[in-house]
Structures are given as C-alpha cells and as structure tokens.
C-alpha cells in the first residue's frame, strides 16, 4: 500500500513537469504566432490549452483522493497542498499563452506589433520560456539554489516591460491607441506568466524546506558591514 502511495505521490510530480513543459512551450509558439501573424500557429496554442486544463483537473482529483484515502500529515500532506497550488499556476500560465495566441487570431491578418517592438517581445517570449523550463527544472530536481535565482530572471521581464511602457509613452508613438492597448495587455499577459512561473519554483521551495522563500532570502542576506573610519570623524 505504502509503495503505491508514494507511486501516486511521484506521478502527481510528474504530471506537474507535463503542465510546465506544455505552457512553455506554449508561450514560445504564441510568441511566433504574434509576431508572424500566423493565425494556424495561434489556433494550435487556443486549442493546446484544453490538455492543460485536462491534466489539472486529473492532477486535482488525484491529490484530493490521495487527502481523503491516505490522510497525509507532514511532507507528505504538504506535497499533496504545494501540488495543488502549483497546478493552479501553471494553469493560469496556458490560460496567458493562449492569451497571447488569441490576440494574434483577433489582429490577423495585421501584425498585432509594430516591427520597432518586435525585438522586446521576442526578448520577453524567450525570457518566459527560458523561466518556465527552468521552473520545470526545479519541480524534477527539487534544487532550492536554481528555484531562488529566479527571482533575478523575473527582473529583467521586469526591466522588458517597463520598456513597452517607455514606447507607449514616447511623444513619437505613432501607431495608434488601439495597438497601444494591444501592447499593453501583450506586456501584462508576459508579465504575469513569468511571475507564475517563478511562484511555481518558491512553491518548491516551501516543499522541500517547509519554509517560504522570501522567508528563506531575508536570512540569507549578507549583514552591512561598517565602512572602517565611516563614523564620521
């Protein structure tokens, strides 16, 4: 029984790294599908997002089986409840992909994005695969470093996005309000697809240490050593 207990524990794993591999590679085809306005490409992502929405509610009826059969406590309870919020984002990740690949489908057979963006978006589609394979990465390996360096990766989505603000904002912006408002949302949908990608790794994070993460980063922080001769005098 105990075997086919941690059997049913490590398949809900999986079924996480499956998620995860199908939302980026999600984003990165709807990032193509954008920016060539390729409408089939897009249609592909739109339809994609049904297996993702399958395997979390197949990975939700298995957790709360297991919560009712099994009755976790400890690491393990806290496997199942993790699990479950961490299926919850990466849903939310496909639901921001395909997003993406509606707003090509509603724009073809324009161009949703002006060719001078075209590198900044490119930059963050990238960016929120690179983010979602390394949260991906983490689920497998449990590697507390690799989910805490995220963080930093969200930064610069962070930085790209404050850029498609710099260009709306331009007095030489000359492409109109409704492909302003196109871009606007393209920055928030990417935007929010990294930070479920890093929440993902600090719900790891809390799995394998029972800490959270920002809890963990405020200890790690090096101490202010005092400048020697910095008194004033």
Known sequence: ?????????????????EMARLVGSAIGRAT????????????????GDQKVDGLQHDLEARAIALLARQQPVATDLRIVVTSLRMSADLERSGDLAQHVAKLARLRFPERAIPHDLH????????????????????????????????????DE?????RTLFQHLLDDRWQHGIETAVDVTLLGRYYERYADHAVAVAKRVVFLVTGEHADE???????????????DGA
Do not use: C, F
């Open 119 to 154: 590198a900044t978006i490119l930059e963050m589609g990238q960016l929120a695969q690179r983010l979602m394979a390394k949260a991906a990465e983490v689920i497998i390996t449990k590697d507390v470093d690799l989910a805490m360096q995220m963080e930093s990766d969200d």
């Open 1 to 17: 029984m105990r075997d086919a207990y941690h059997e049913e524990l490590d398949s809900i794993g999986d079924g996480l790294v």
């Open 157 to 161: 989505m962070d930085l790209l996005h």
């Open 32 to 47: 193509t599908a954008i920016l060539d306005s390729d409408l089939k490409l897009a249609e592909s992502v739109i339809e």
């Open 216 to 230: 963990l980063q405020a200890d790690i922080q090096p101490e202010i050593q005092p400048v020697a001769g910095g």
